[in-house]
């Protein structure tokens, strides 16, 4: 043990003066402790003073969200029309953006001062190849015009020196700039024939494969690139998606397919009008899965489990009313699906999660996700005795809010206790919930109000507990979640929170053309792509396109 010496003179001397200092600090703070600041000086003004700092202070286009959504425009917003802005042309010449609609039109901001710019500036001719390969696209770039950093003859004489000939426009004192509420350059927004922003990227795009990327979503659909990945990589010939992807086809197909991920199968079809693409998926339904005349929750290695899911039938059988509108043919699946949900989905004139064939069991509990009154309703018109388990399951849902402090809804109910079970809530379940609710009709506003509170903080995690506390270890965000926020959202007719939404959402997506996994959402690596993930997405942008 290392001895402790006595203190020297010199020592002593500074030991002293550290001490006087420590006491000046001190005192300073306790100074402060008594002189308002300038913020506390704010709210002991007036009522109206102080709401008018704190309305300058925190304005309402703020949010929280995370840095990669921070930086994306204020005030337009994917799969909505563009605000109407124009630019200034060489000779001063004013033009519209509407004056571009009918063509696929690519605008980049940009600054010859702005590094990333330049950065950016070196991929052009790489970038004109790849619109030319795509057809009749306008290419356009839209100078930052602040006539103090930024003048006409900076940016011509930076184009020149370039050797850029592509045609520029001006944003003279950024009037466009403040109208879509821009805070980078550069950034690039794709909008489709119509007009609608259909992608974008608020930082350098140095890479022409996520160029190509981001052109090919906006000329095809997000929603159809992310589809033709999972056909192309997730489904088997049979028309079964597999749960997890791998970039060996072997390992994908010896995961599981799920009955949630084969119901939105048919569901986007349905939304797309794809009569193919929805035949193939509603033949593995029926020759890989039924059980009972129901559809069993999962195949593993080609056997069917013994247990349906009433979320993922109810979510089939309207599928299926769908299709059976827009084509005819379906008639009888559909009268097989009503027989089998008064036998098997109901017990005591209550619906029930699930039937065990192997056992002969029905499920002692009601999963309030499960309750798609939108679809059990139309099965209580047509079925006198699916009346009563409908008003049942209404009313355990509705009944089933937690609090006003935290206005979601409990898991589930356990028959055999009477009473609904306190268990965390996994949100992706009480977002399908919320979902149900708004398709019919009945989501509480405090509800929405949560949702978009939390939207504004730091987006809404994958697990809370039912006093509203994100569970440790769940702090993270979730494709699924705001695939199924901006669902409901559209329902309502919410386009903040639809927008917020899916911005959160595409902060998961994978753009890069180069990749066999381009469109699909999960990391950049090609890991933690899930089939429900991709669904969700799919279903999320056709619902809000």
């Known amino acids: 043990m290392k001895p402790v010496l006595p203190l020297r003179k010199i020592e002593k001397f500074l030991l002293i003066i550290l001490c006087l200092l420590a006491l000046i600090v001190i005192a300073g703070g306790i100074l402060l402790l008594f002189v308002p600041s300038e913020k506390e000086n704010g709210l002991n003004q007036s009522s109206s003073e102080a709401t008018q700092w704190r309305q300058e202070e925190v304005k309402p286009e703020e949010n929280y969200l995370d840095d990669k959504t921070s930086l994306l425009p204020d005030f337009c917003n994917l799969n909505e029309k563009i605000p109407d802005i124009s630019f200034e042309d060489e000779n001063g010449t004013v033009v519209s953006v509407k004056e571009w609609e009918g063509k696929v039109t690519v605008l980049t901001f940009w600054a010859s001062w702005c590094p990333d710019c330049q950065k950016e500036m070196t991929s052009l001719n790489q970038f004109l190849d790849i619109v030319k390969a795509y057809g009749d696209v306008n290419y356009v770039l839209i100078n930052k015009l602040d006539h103090k950093k930024e003048t006409r003859e900076k940016a011509s004489k930076y184009l020149s020196q ?11 004192n950024l009037k466009a700039y403040d109208t879509l509420g821009l805070h980078n350059i550069p950034t690039t927004l794709f909008l489709d024939k119509q007009g609608i922003l259909r992608a974008w990227s608020a930082k350098q795009i140095t890479d022409p494969s996520v160029f ?10 997000s929603g159809k690139v992310t589809c033709d990945f999972v056909t192309a990589n997730m489904m088997d010939e049979k028309g079964g998606v597999h749960n997890i992807y791998n970039t060996s086809r072997e390992i994908t197909e010896e995961s599981d397919v799920l009955s949630e991920t084969q119901g939105g199968m048919l569901e986007y079809a349905v939304l797309r009008n794809d009569k193919e693409l929805f035949d193939k998926a509603f033949s593995y339904i029926t020759s890989k899965m039924n059980v009972n005349g129901l559809t069993a929750w999962k195949v593993t290695n080609g056997t069917a489990a013994n247990v349906n899911s009433l979320l993922d039938d109810l979510r089939i059988l309207d599928a299926l009313k769908s299709a059976n509108r827009l084509w005819g043919e379906y008639e009888e699946p559909i009268r097989n699906y009503t027989s089998s949900f008064e036998r098997f989905g109901v017990k005591d004139g209550r619906y029930v999660d699930f039937y065990d064939r192997k056992y002969k069991q029905y499920a002692n509990r009601f999963t309030l996700c499960y309750g798609d009154l939108k679809t059990m309703s139309e099965l209580a018109l047509q079925n006198e005795n699916l009346k009563e388990p409908y008003e049942n399951a209404k009313k355990l849902i509705l009944e ?44 509480p506003k405090e509800s929405i109000t949560w949702l978009k509170e939390e939207m504004n903080k730091e987006g809404i995690k994958a697990r809370y507990t039912v006093e509203g506390k994100v569970v440790d270890g769940y702090q993270y965000d979730s494709t699924a979640i705001y695939a199924l926020t901006a669902m409901i959202a559209e329902r309502i007719g919410d386009k903040d929170l639809q927008g917020k939404a899916l911005r959160k959402m595409e902060t998961m997506r994978i753009v890069n053309t180069s990749y066999a996994y ?20 799919m279903l999320a942008y056709e619902y809000t396109n």
């Open 518 to 537: 381009h469109g699909a959402f999960g990391m950049e690596d090609g890991t933690g792509i899930t089939a429900f993930d991709q669904i969700m997405a």
């Open 400 to 443: 089933g809010k937690i609090s006003d402090r935290f206005p979601l809804y409990y898991s589930w109910y356990n028959y055999k206790t009477n009473r609904y079970e306190p268990d965390d809530l996994n949100m992706a379940e009480a977002l399908v919930t919320l979902l149900h609710l708004a398709e019919a009709d009945s989501l």
């Open 212 to 221: 190509e990327g981001l052109l090919k979503d906006t000329i095809e659909g």
């Open 162 to 172: 370039q050797g850029i000939g592509i045609r520029t426009y001006y944003d003279n």
